[in-house]
């Protein structure tokens, strides 16, 4: 039913016309369902509502809500579900997937589907009805011959009457909320440089903040910002220095490596009112394991990012993996805490959960590093952290080509290495959750190691749209994964629910539960404290979303979408065989009680 | 017929009239005997690690071989088709091998750990022999991959060969200023 008002001829427009009309009068748009900075700003006040991507600027993906709580969840079931579209393949993929999260306004919810379709359906009255689907009609070839990692989209936002989304394409789309029609779109990444879009945008202050993917395919990165009213560029802050820029004595090589280095930044960031600041991860360097080729610590890959929001200025940053040889991206978004430290002194912190293993809480407003520790059972790339800088202890400011723990690093010398965690990284980009009556922020992990590949990198083998990972991953060793929950008052684990499978899903904390999923099936609800499992129940797909809750007529429900797509079934799947028998599909799950 | 049934009437009309001019337009391609291979070549996901061109190359998983840079005769492409390559990611695309039919002289049990993953979809022997025919007559022994070859590929729907346009083929990036504000 893609736009079928606007494509019928004649007496069916007409007609169809004539509907919308009686639906506009049965449902007038109601200005509550206009957003403004001013709701985004105060989005806990709705608590039945998931307005953000990560469900607030703080990326907590917590909600308050608690009519589904430990005491009851065992009687969770399916209230409702519905079949999408989007699985077919192109490019170098055989299929889509769903790693999207729904927004929930007033009622009415907005998903995607892995090629950028959206889809608004209305939830209320214990049921889901589709209303309308916008189909982007994405070049699938062009796209996804150059997605490193998969068909995805990971969903939309909202801004006035708009839905605001991404297209594999690289496109903005602004679609009307209330008819599914194309208000306008603009092109903002350029697939045949090797860039995509995978992530949802993020809103601030009338404009959409855009992240790019193409780390693999000799990218130089950037942020942009649209102006959702003129649809003009506002800024577009590289990740990576131009020639003679603060950061360009990082990249040491005859090779102009900064230009092709990498830096995506895939994963929708957060933002903070009180500095006006939005903070961003930013990914790995590229050739990716072939450090040798661009010595030097490589700004800002693998750091996190603070930006003024209204220029895209960079305040600080914060690098994580100097000279990358593993391929530890920290495009994980960084949730926005304030806790009591210990002495009793108030913080505010940037928690990230980074593909390298470490858990960091940053100062935000600083950039200075705070604590970090080991959130995966196995770390071999470093012996730790040190405690005053957050730097790996091997790392050595005056070395332009970093070795790390020399025995297990890949590099030119040592071409067969076998890393953990692995290049998927200890925690990809499913988001954490942070419940801040717990004081606890839970990560969805990948508990693993896998073998890296070094093949050393020439300039001539940069090509636009060709990979230039400087080798490879394989993939001999069983992945599994975990649940691990960390006390942000004191930066100690608090708790690992060890799972058979990796966690693609991400999570999502209410006041005394957790919601999570496996990609082998399940959604389970675990206890907030313990991490017990209290509640199971199997989709029949591989869960590659992160689940959320909103309430409609007084009733909470908890919405996953449901379709293994994404990097793991081509790239990982022989770390996890048994996965091999879960079968593409896109479907919408709804739980009540 | 209902208004709808009319226009997918139209619509196929129009299709029929479409190709109809593309081909008379490309008339070496639709003559060309390997067209059957190349659907092949797509329908079992070759493209998914040697990409389009064949010059498959490392990356994320593994490091298919370039099918341009290959030595392989015929009958050897046949045998790889078929069979797979053990301990490689390189897939097997015939039903029943290494089991009723041995692959390089081994079964299952000989190849052990290193047996190959099994293909996405199973080939008739006539549909391996039309995609080696394919790659001998379009992709083995070709240097880069330009233009045409890949509007040969794709068809003329999607931007994917603009790259391949003269002038377009330089460095995918620029120097210019970090952080501009327009």
């Known amino acids: 039913m893609t736009n079928k008002v606007s494509y019928l001829p004649g007496r069916a427009a007409l007609l169809a016309t004539a509907a919308v009309i009686t639906a506009f009068t049965l449902f007038p748009a109601r200005a509550a369902d206009t957003v403004t900075q001013e709701r985004l700003l105060n989005s806990e006040k709705e608590t039945g509502n998931w307005l953000h991507h990560h469900k607030n600027y703080s990326a907590t993906r917590f909600s308050s809500l608690k ?20 699985v077919e393949g ?27 379709s959206v889809y608004k359906i209305d939830a209320r009255g214990g049921k889901g009805t589709l209303l309308w689907k916008m189909d982007p009609k994405t070049d699938h070839d062009w796209a996804g011959a150059v997605a490193c990692c998969g068909v995805d ?74 102006d959702l009213t003129s649809q003009k560029e506002v800024w577009r802050t590289f990740t990576l220095p131009g020639k003679g820029e603060p950061g360009s004595e990082t ?49 800002y890959t693998d750091s996190s990012l603070a930006l003024d929001s209204s220029t895209g200025k960079i305040k600080w940053h914060y690098q994580h993996t100097p000279n990358d040889p593993f391929d530890y991206d920290s495009v994980s978004e960084n949730v926005l805490a304030d806790v009591t430290g210990p002495n009793g002194v108030p913080l505010k912190l940037a928690l990230e959960a980074d593909r390298n293993g470490f858990a960091y809480a940053i100062d935000r407003s600083t950039g200075k590093f705070i604590w970090g520790l080991p959130f995966v059972k196995k770390v071999t790339w470093t012996k730790g952290l040190d405690p005053e800088s957050g730097k790996p202890v091997e790392y050595d400011p005056k070395k332009t080509v970093q070795r790390y723990n020399a025995a297990v690093s890949p590099h030119r010398e040592n071409k067969v290495a076998d890393i953990c965690p692995g290049n998927m990284g200890g925690k990809n980009w499913p988001p954490t959750a942070y419940n801040p009556d717990l004081k606890l922020w ?152 | 017929m209902t208004i709808l049934q009319t ?38 996901n070759c493209v998914g690690c040697h990409k389009w061109h064949g010059n498959g190359g490392g990356g994320y998983g593994g490091d298919a071989l370039s099918l341009r840079k290959t030595e392989l005769t015929r009958d050897q492409i046949i045998e790889t088709v078929a069979c797979g390559r053990p301990s490689t990611g390189m897939p097997f695309f015939v039903r029943g091998a290494y089991e009723s039919s041995t692959c390089f002289g081994m079964t299952r049990a000989d190849v052990g750990p290193g047996m190959p993953p099994e293909g996405g979809t199973f080939l008739r022997p006539n549909d391996i022999e039309a995609v080696a025919d394919y790659v001998l007559a379009h992709v083995k022994g070709k240097g880069e991959p330009n233009h045409d070859e890949c509007l040969n590929f794709f068809g003329n729907a999607s931007r994917v060969c603009d790259v391949y346009k003269a002038g377009t083929q330089l460095p995918a990036n620029s120097t210019s200023t970090g952080s501009s504000s327009k």
Request: proline share 6%; hydrophobic share 40%; with cysteine.
């Open chain 2, 7 to 44: 226009r997918a009437f139209a619509a196929a009309i129009a299709l029929t009239l479409m190709s109809t001019s593309f081909a008379s337009g490309q008339s070496a391609a639709s003559s060309d005997p390997t067209e059957g291979g190349k659907a092949v070549f797509k329908r079992a």
């Open chain 1, 442 to 593: 839970y990560i969805p992990v990948i508990e693993s190691c896998n073998r890296i590949t070094v093949e050393e990198s020439v300039p001539e083998k940069l090509k636009p749209r060709e990979f230039w990972t400087g080798g490879g991953p394989s993939q001999p060793f069983k992945i599994t994964g975990s649940v691990t929950a960390i006390d942000v008052t004191s930066g100690k684990i608090a708790g690992k629910l060890e799972t058979p499978f990796p966690n693609l899903g991400g999570i999502l904390a209410t006041p005394d539960l957790v919601f999570t999923g496996q990609p082998s099936g399940e959604v389970t609800a675990l206890d907030g404290k313990s991490l017990q499992k209290l509640w199971e129940f199997n989709t029949g797909g591989g869960v590659n979303a992160p689940p959320i809750t909103f309430s409609v007529d007084g009733k909470q429900y908890v919405a996953i979408l449901v379709g293994l797509g994404g990097a793991w079934d081509k790239w990982f799947i022989d770390s996890t065989p048994e996965l091999k028998n879960i079968q593409p599909g896109s479907m919408l799950y709804v739980f009540s009680l």
């Open chain 1, 251 to 299: 990249w040491k090589d005859d090779n102009k490596a900064a230009a092709s280095g990498g830096g995506s930044t895939w994963v929708t960031g957060s933002y903070d009112p009180a500095t006006d600041t939005i903070i961003w991860g930013v990914g790995n360097p590229g050739p990716d394991w072939d450090n040798q080729y661009r010595p030097g610590d490589n700004l």
């Open chain 1, 90 to 116: 192109g490019g170098i993929w055989s299929h889509g997937g769903l790693e999207g999260t729904p927004i929930v306004e007033n009622g009415m919810m907005y998903v995607t589907d892995g090629w950028g």
């Open chain 1, 153 to 226: 989209n990971r969903g939309v936002a909202l801004w006035g009457d708009l839905v605001i989304s991404h297209t594999l394409d690289g496109r903005l789309i602004a679609t009307n909320k209330e008819t599914g029609q194309v208000a306008w779109q603009r092109q903002v990444a350029d697939p045949d440089k090797g860039e995509v879009i995978t992530g949802a945008p993020l809103i601030v202050k009338n404009m959409a903040i855009t992240g790019v993917a193409g780390a693999e395919y000799g990218i130089r990165g950037w942020i942009a910002a649209t």
């Open chain 1, 67 to 86: 009519e589904i709580n430990k005491d009851n969840v065992k009687n969770l079931k399916v209230a409702w579900t519905m079949h999408l579209g989007g």
